[in-house]
Each structure stands twice: as structure tokens, then as C-alpha cells.
């Protein structure tokens, strides 16, 4: 029994379930084959931000797997905000997923059922800073091998191999890069350097344009930073002098160092703190 006290209840197919008592078949189909599709989401003070953006991204995703989806972005924007009220929950981060059910070990066959549940559970207030990235010994795969724009399961297993190589070796995150040996992006988060007024982030068409890079690419634009998206080598890191990346569950986190290899480590000391400018700016926004 997974036994819990963060929420009471999880939304599962239309109705609500008690958290002890949301579990799957050992037989999911999306279990053995990767192919869930999911998001992450926040609600900050009761409010969720970006939701309908983040639903529509949901559905692409499922698309982009193949999975039929039985409920319309509104009835899934009503579960979710409903699901956020019944658990009493004010600053969440939300969790929707999409995935085969376990009817067949069959790589395919019609008699799979398509699955939908949202989780939320209570989410870290403060903001990251001073985060300490390695480089990740995976590249992300070639766009031609997996849609990068769909946020699938079958994008993070290897996500999660850096991840926890960087945390055994002592780091907070890995900087992947795309399968060329540009930047790419870090394991659940886009990535950003800059210098005085400019911003320079990875063009999106080899990884997840994250809803969060969006939000900032234009928030930093109005705040009168020039913003670029170029290819980025890790050759090109040394001209910066802050580094941040943003996601929905890492918000802005400010980046302190990026080691290159066990000798070689990039440091980016943000000496007239735009980092924390933009933070600032961001909790403003989402109503921090
Ligand atoms: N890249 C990856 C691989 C991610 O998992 C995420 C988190 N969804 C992001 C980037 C950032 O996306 P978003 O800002 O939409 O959360």
C-alpha cells in the first residue's frame, strides 16, 4: 500500500479517487512500452498559471503517440481546477497523465484503453539559486528519432540517468546537448546565459519548448533584455557571465557553475544579479 499525506484525492477517468486507493495493473501498457503523456503544472496561491497552454501541449502530446484522449481540454481544465479546490490545495504543482492500460502486451492493438488522471500535490515555495550543473553523458536524440515537441515519457529515461549521475557526483543538474554536441537544454528544464542586457537561449526544434522559456523569452523582452535563440556550443559558454533555466517545477533557478569535465569549470558569478531580477519579475507574474 502507497500510503501518503500530501493530497486526499486523485482525478482518474472522470471520477475521484482516494490517493491510497489510485493504482494501475503491473501490466500497463505505457508501463513496459514509454509512452505516457504528461505535464507538470503549477497553481500558485489557488491559481493555476498557463493552464489552458499546458492542456493544449497534453493533447498534442497524445497525439503525437497516438493515444486517444476521451475528454476535451475543458472538461480537463474543469477537473483540474476542480481536483486544486476539493484537495484544498494553494501553491501545487499539478500532475496530468495520459497512458495505455494494460489489456494486452501487445506492442499495439486496438484493445488498448486510453487513460487520464491528474495528481496534485503541495509545491516548494523559494526559488533555486546557486545550482551546479555537469554535462550530461546522454545527448538528446536526433528530432527525426522522437517528436521533441511531445512531453512523452518516452523522452526521460535517459533524462533521469543524468539526473542521477549529476546528483552521485554531486551535482544539482545536467546541461544535455542535442545530438551535434550543441547545448540543448537540462533534464526537466530550458536553458539561458547572458550578459548585461542579453540573453542568448537554444533555438526549440531538438527539445521541449518549455511553456516557462516562452513566458520569459517575452517577459525578459519587455523588461528591454535583447533575447536571442542560436545554436550554442559549449565553447561559446565562457562569453557569459550569469547562466539561470526555467521550467515549471524549477521556475528561474540560477545556475552558479557548469563543469565541463573533471577539470574544466565554468563559472558564472551574475555580478549585476539579473538573475535575481528576473526572479523577482516571474513571481510577479505568476502571483508568487
Ligand atoms: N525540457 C524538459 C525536458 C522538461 O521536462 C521541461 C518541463 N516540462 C521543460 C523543458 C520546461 O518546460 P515547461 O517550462 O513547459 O515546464
Known amino acids: 500500500m502507497i500510503t501518503n499525506e500530501l493530497a486526499d484525492f486523485i482525478w482518474i477517468n472522470g471520477k475521484s479517487v482516494s490517493w491510497n486507493e489510485s493504482q494501475v495493473h503491473i501490466l500497463t501498457h505505457s508501463l513496459h512500452y514509454s509512452a505516457a503523456v ?132 554531486g551535482y544539482d543538474d545536467s546541461l544535455i546537448l542535442d545530438d551535434e554536441g550543441f547545448v540543448a537544454e537540462c533534464t526537466v528544464a530550458n536553458v539561458f546565459f547572458g550578459k548585461g542586457n542579453k540573453l542568448v537561449t537554444p533555438i526549440a526544434d531538438r527539445f521541449l519548448n518549455g511553456i516557462t522559456r516562452q513566458t520569459v523569452m517575452t517577459m525578459a523582452a519587455n523588461l528591454g533584455f535583447a533575447v536571442e535563440e542560436s545554436r550554442i556550443s559549449l565553447e561559446d559558454l565562457a562569453n557569459y557571465d550569469y547562466c539561470f533555466i526555467t521550467g515549471t517545477a524549477r521556475e528561474i533557478g540560477g545556475i552558479v557553475s557548469i563543469s565541463l569535465n573533471d577539470v574544466k569549470e565554468l563559472s558564472f558569478p551574475d555580478p549585476e544579479k539579473k538573475v535575481e531580477l528576473l526572479q523577482a519579475e516571474f513571481a510577479e507574474l505568476v502571483g508568487k
Open 38 to 169: 504528461f505535464e507538470g503544472i503549477r497553481a500558485y496561491q489557488g491559481k493555476i498559471f498557463k493552464l489552458k497552454e499546458h492542456t493544449d501541449r497534453l493533447l498534442r502530446s497524445a497525439q503525437y503517440m497516438g493515444i486517444e484522449v476521451h475528454y476535451t481540454a475543458e472538461q480537463i481544465n474543469e477537473a483540474t481546477e476542480n481536483l486544486i479546490a476539493k484537495n484544498r490545495l494553494f501553491d501545487a504543482y499539478i500532475r496530468p497523465l495520459i497512458w495505455r492500460g494494460a489489456e494486452s502486451m501487445n506492442i499495439y492493438t486496438p484493445k488498448l484503453s486510453n487513460n487520464i488522471m491528474i495528481a496534485a500535490v503541495p509545491s516548494r515555495n523559494e526559488f533555486t539559486t546557486k545550482l551546479k550543473l555537469n554535462i550530461g553523458k546522454w545527448r538528446k536524440p536526433n528530432p527525426l528519432a522522437m517528436p521533441p515537441q511531445a512531453k512523452s515519457s518516452t523522452h526521460y529515461g535517459m533524462q533521469v540517468v543524468c539526473q542521477r549521475d549529476a546528483l552521485q557526483q
